[in-house]
């Protein structure tokens, strides 16, 4: 109803927003403002029905009681970035020491994590001292430092469009909720399919016949579910028969890919592949890559929804099938990137299951590597005969050109620090941050665009350098 006013020029103030970040506030600092002890109550029943504690209470008790953690070992030292913050502390602290006092206790901890951090036990071998002694002459940085500190992904520069501060929070800073888990989040059956997907494609070209590949992806999804990630899934009835339909779902997701693959004049070259794109600093893995001759395809699984739409490329949300091909076909003709759908879901009457969808050459030799059988017709195998999705040669070629263009500039831009709230339409939805950025204004949104259009785009940039 206010995004109607708004429409009408009618504005609201103070923002509904604004009213409720100030109540969350005044929350906040009465619950901070006790002296030595806090009550809080709630009803039993009201209105004659039993009340139960609101999230309050959670929060509340989640603040206020530490971590069952070792001292030796503290929760502050499980990841890599908290565990150098904690080796920086411990070593003020055992500097200013004196001779004769007794702390093995904290000896011990600051002795452990820096021969961790040395050793690459958190995935990155450093230099704790020199990482110390630089931090202590800067104590701040840049953030464009932080941004590009690394190498950049394409789920960083996608992140980066859908928000900047978002982007900067969750991947610059990496900020999460802390996981208080028991069981399995529903994302690890995502995560699983995947594996299996993945340690399965890699035998795909000696595979004779889709059993032999049903046998050997059996054989990988059977040990991948003994793994810890994914065995207590078997811990109850429920669980065990939630593991055997998982166990069914990966099988039959990739059958249908190896399905595909062996109905096609394609091989595959790579199952993640690392992937860099000269010019910019991008690095990361491609799912799949497969080639015929010197024409060459990307694909990637999606066991979630998929957004293979122009607007989401033209937008900078959705680059990463197009800078992977871009990369992947350098020598080469780059033919199609395309999204597979790794989840046995339940289809509309008249739809495919597991069509791959994205972006192509529609050159007719290059449509009938894709699926020789389907002939003008509407391929089981990718979505073919769409004049939205398939471009000729060249003009695809302008079309992958666009996602370099736009990763350019979005580098550009977070060299020289932007971190502002600017949301596109949708992403503060779901966006777990909002508590923080307390953006109230519009969201970025752009009505529709052709695939023609984009890689005329990119096509004048060429023109132009």
């Known amino acids: 109803d206010i995004g109607k006013l708004s429409a009408l020029r009618v504005e609201i103030e103070p923002a509904i927003a604004v009213v409720n970040a100030r109540a969350r506030e005044a929350l906040a600092l009465n619950l901070c403002s006790f002296g030595e002890e806090l009550y809080l109550s709630c009803p039993v029943r009201k209105k004659g ?9 959670y929060y509340v008790d989640r603040a206020f009681s530490p971590a069952p953690m070792s001292e030796l070992f503290p929760y502050d030292c499980s990841a890599f970035a908290p565990a150098l913050l904690s080796y920086f502390r411990d070593a003020d602290e055992v500097e200013s020491m004196r001779p004769g006092d007794r702390a093995e206790t904290l000896i011990a901890r600051y002795s452990s994590v820096k021969e961790a951090l040395g050793e690459g036990v958190y995935g990155q071998r450093t230099d704790p001292d020199a990482l110390r002694a630089r931090s202590q002459k800067q104590a701040s940085f840049e953030a464009g ?17 859908s928000c900047p501060y978002k982007g900067f929070a969750m991947r610059a800073l990496r900020l999460a909720e802390r996981d208080e888990r028991t069981i399995p989040d529903p994302a690890d059956a995502g995560t699983f399919v995947h594996t299996v997907l993945e340690r ?12 032999a590949c049903r046998a050997a992806a059996e054989e990988i999804a059977e040990a991948l579910i003994g793994e810890p990630r994914f065995s207590s899934v078997l811990a109850t009835a429920a ?28 091989r595959v070259r790579a199952a993640e592949q690392e992937i860099a794109l000269p010019g910019l600093s991008l690095r990361g893995k491609a799912d799949r890559v497969d080639e015929c001759g010197d024409h060459v395809r990307v694909i990637d699984y999606k066991t979630g929804s998929v957004d293979e739409s122009a607007l989401g490329y033209y937008t900078g949300r959705k680059l990463q099938l197009e800078l992977y091909l871009k990369a992947a076909s350098e020598g080469g003709m780059p033919a199609g990137a395309f999204y597979f759908p790794a989840a046995d879901d339940f289809m509309k009457e008249g739809e495919t299951k597991f069509r791959m ?3 192509y050459c529609s050159d007719e030799e290059i449509v009938r590597e894709f699926d020789p059988g389907c002939g003008t017709g509407k391929s089981e195998f990718f979505d073919s005969g769409s004049a939205t999705r398939g471009l000729p040669g060249e ?24 971190l502002s709230p600017s949301p596109y339409d949708g992403t503060c939805t779901w966006c777990k941050l909002k508590g923080m950025c307390g953006f109230t204004g519009t969201p970025r949104k752009e009505d529709s665009i052709k695939c023609a259009e984009i ?8 023109q132009n350098d």
């Open 239 to 266: 669980g065990s028969y939630s593991g055997k339909r998982l166990i069914g779902e990966a099988v039959a997701v990739t059958v249908a890919a190896y399905r595909h693959l062996a109905g096609s004049e394609y």
């Open 395 to 418: 003009q695809f070629g302008d079309f992958l050109d666009y996602a370099v263009l736009v990763s350019e500039q979005a580098e550009r831009e977070m060299r020289a620090g932007n």
């Open 357 to 359: 969808k994205g972006f």
């Open 145 to 161: 430092e932080l941004w590009l500190g690394r190498d950049v992904s394409p789920t960083l520069l996608e992140e980066y469009f």
């Open 200 to 211: 399965t494609a890699r035998s795909f070209n000696s595979f004779s016949s889709e059993e």
């Open 455 to 462: 890689a005329e785009i990119g096509r004048r940039a060429k």
């Open 49 to 57: 029905v039993e009340a139960a504690p609101s999230e309050l209470f």
